[in-house]
């Protein structure tokens, strides 16, 4: 992506403003992936000056989605995941690292930047196993109600939902043990 905006000749998107630092795009700064702009990088240079192992807690963060996911799939043997607040489709993401242990294993990410969607709807392209919803984790019930939800989420089998690296971001106002219990009291047993 160019130091200001898309690469020349691609158009921008409405509702994206890439002269502000981005949840999403910090994480993936600090994972060292490309997808990101300047305003996302000066706050991780200013972020390490404060916290000069903060790329370390990233890292950290991402070890342990691929240990859920692998346990989950591997040996827990689940085979449909919800992934809220997915962030950018980064190298070892929920749908990749499911897919490396069982290709059929269907996946909805879940997230409300308008970057996250546009990006990972070009790169998770198959709708069979695989898709993006643009969906708020403050709002739970429209995500559960969500039909591309429904259509790749059995909720009469389990369903290894993943929170990961996302209440931290709701406050406290908005009651993030409340929607954890709004998003966790309808799944089935097993999940």
Aim: net charge negative.
């Amino acid at each position: 992506m160019g130091e200001d905006g898309p690469p020349p000749g691609r158009p921008r998107i409405a509702g994206i403003d890439v002269s502000r630092p981005n949840v999403a795009r910090v994480y993936d700064a600090f994972l060292g992936g490309k997808d990101n702009f300047a305003a996302d990088r000066e706050f991780v240079a200013r972020a390490m000056q404060l916290a000069p192992k903060a790329p370390l807690a990233a890292q950290a963060n991402r070890a342990f989605l691929r240990r859920a996911v692998r346990y989950l799939v591997g040996e827990a043997g689940i085979n449909q995941l919800l992934d809220i607040g997915s962030g950018l489709p980064t190298q070892g993401n929920v749908s990749e690292v499911a897919h490396e242990i069982d290709p059929a294993v269907r996946v909805v990410h879940v997230d409300n930047d308008p970057v996250v969607y546009t990006h990972s709807k070009a790169l998770l392209a198959d709708t069979r196993t695989t898709d993006i919803v643009s969906g708020d984790i403050r709002r739970p019930a429209e995500i559960l109600a969500d039909p591309a939800v429904r259509a790749l989420i059995d909720f009469g089998r389990p369903v290894g939902l993943l929170l990961i690296v996302i209440l931290h971001h709701i406050e406290d106002y908005e009651d993030p043990a409340g929607i954890a219990a709004q998003l966790r009291d309808p799944m089935p047993a097993g999940s």
